[in-house]
């Protein structure tokens, strides 16, 4: 591989983790971003060098360049690289190098990836196996969220949106779900995405493992079944269901109090143990069966895999506590697709709390394609604030697509009480402290900049002249 790595977009999430990788296994890591951000920061602090905007001159002596899929082809790096010749790759190219020469772990489906990822690499480095972690956000634990090992595992995140998961060739592949997301990428057809999975499948190497969620499995069958026992196939789900009985793992005896779960697990009928999650909601109870599947097929011990799931405390962004104050406490998700914002409301009204959820769409394209999926999510949360949508460039506007329209179309479900549009998300927290009590859970969600709400809406409430006791 080459000695100097210059990387286009360094500070996403996925270009991140894979120059943190980079630097910790020896190599000179430059690159470039539009602006300063945390993970800049911490990478200029590993000993990369990287540049804040985008100039030809940047890729001066490197020997490889890689670019995220949100930089344009006529980037100046981009074109500056082809004039000298330099190799270019895509971050999905440079991550299939570091995983497909090791015994790879890419953890796929349109929810859980993140979450199921660090507790897999919890788990693993818990143990002593000393994996290498590439995952899509930063977790609480184990080396943040990308970490070299010298270990022969590599865990990382296959993602399906631009249909990169197809680089990679694992040697266990986990699918979480399977649901009509990214569309925007597949001409708006779910058919192109669901053979996007199934020639995902085809890249398992031969002898290795499928740990698949029951819902994945119901959409897959068929691909599967073709595979024709080419690789094992570990079907995991909550039991809920008609034929739970034909589950390898399922959660039984599920107790969901708050912030925290226990639950037995359940392999081919036979009741290994129970296990206790300091993170909410049955949604992780179901991810950490992928998790346990995914460990046992290691041939790691149940008992230590059970005691190590319950010291992991999540990913960043995903229900992580931001604060409290006057008897309000704030919450923080990442949850943009409608299923996942049904499944995080569900979680926060285990807390016993009054719900106030405050939702950030994400593109135009994407809320468009959701917005009736996206208007039927809120029936667990009391309250619910609306706020523009968030897009980023080069993504333009479109018309009868608004945040505004999404919050009238909530109001038809819930009720217009329960419902208000605040267009300016820093406006938020001056019109939302009215209708806050002492025993309310605001949760803030969405992939864009909605989590800089739950910090400014805490100090709202800390600055208010209103006596506490009298919310």
């Known amino acids: 591989m080459a ?20 630097l910790q296994m020896g190599y000179r890591v430059s690159g470039s971003d539009v602006k300063e951000s945390p993970s800049v920061n911490a990478l200029q602090k590993a000993g990369a060098d990287v540049h804040i905007g985008h100039a030809a001159a940047h890729v001066a002596g490197a020997d490889l360049v890689v670019f995220s899929s949100a930089i344009p082809a006529d980037n100046p790096e981009i074109l500056e690289a082809k004039r000298l010749g330099i190799p270019i790759l895509h971050r999905s190219e440079m991550l299939a190098r570091i995983l497909n020469n090791h015994d790879g772990i890419a953890v796929a489906g349109a929810h859980g990836k993140t979450t199921i990822t660090g507790m897999i690499a919890h788990i693993f480095s818990s143990l002593g196996l000393d994996p290498t972690v590439l995952a899509g956000g930063e977790m609480q634990n184990h080396c943040v969220h990308a970490c070299w090992g010298r270990g022969k595992h590599v865990v990382a995140e296959a993602d399906e949106s631009d249909g990169s998961l197809l680089r990679y060739y694992p040697q266990i592949a986990v699918v979480t779900s399977v649901e009509a997301d990214h569309l925007e990428n597949y001409g708006g ?5 669901i053979d996007t999975y199934a020639r995902f499948l085809t890249n398992i190497k031969s002898g290795g493992t499928l740990v698949i969620s029951s819902q994945a499995y119901a959409v897959l069958q068929d691909s599967v079944e073709q595979a024709n026992g080419r690789f094992s196939v570990i ?42 999650l300091v993170i909410p909601g049955a949604h992780n109870v179901e991810n950490s ?17 059970a005691d190590a799931l319950e010291g992991f405390h999540g990913a960043h962004r995903r229900f992580e506590w931001v604060g409290e104050s006057c008897g309000v406490v704030v919450y923080d998700d990442y949850a943009h697709h409608p299923t996942e914002l049904k499944k995080t409301l569900q979680a926060a009204a285990l807390f016993g709390r009054r719900v106030v959820a405050i939702f950030q769409p994400q593109r135009y394209s994407r809320t468009k394609i959701l917005m009736n999926e996206f208007a039927r999510s809120f029936q667990d949360a009391d309250l619910v604030v609306i706020t523009d949508i968030y897009s980023p460039p080069p993504e333009k506007p479109l018309p009868e697509v608004s945040a505004e329209r999404l919050s009238e179309l909530v109001a038809e479900q819930i009720g217009s009480e329960r419902v208000l549009y605040v267009g300016n998300k820093d406006r938020i927290p001056d019109v939302l402290l009215p209708h806050l009590g002492a025993n309310d859970l605001v949760l803030t969600m969405g992939a864009g900049d909605v989590w800089q709400v739950g910090p400014a809406l805490l100090q709202r409430l800390r600055e208010s002249a209103r006596d506490c006791s009298h919310r």
């Open 3 to 22: 000695e100097h790595i210059h990387m286009i977009g360094i500070g996403g999430t996925g270009m991140s983790s894979i120059a943190t990788v980079l």
């Open 189 to 193: 057809r779910l058919s192109e995405l």
């Open 235 to 276: 079907v995991y789900g909550l039991g809920e269901e008609s034929g739970s009985e034909q589950l390898d793992y399922r959660a039984g005896e599920v107790e969901l109090a708050g912030a925290t779960s226990a639950f037995n697990v359940y392999y081919h009928g036979e009741l290994l143990g129970r296990v206790r």
């Open 289 to 305: 069966l992928a998790a346990i599947a995914v460990a046992r097929q290691v041939d790691l011990d149940f008992q230590q895999i």
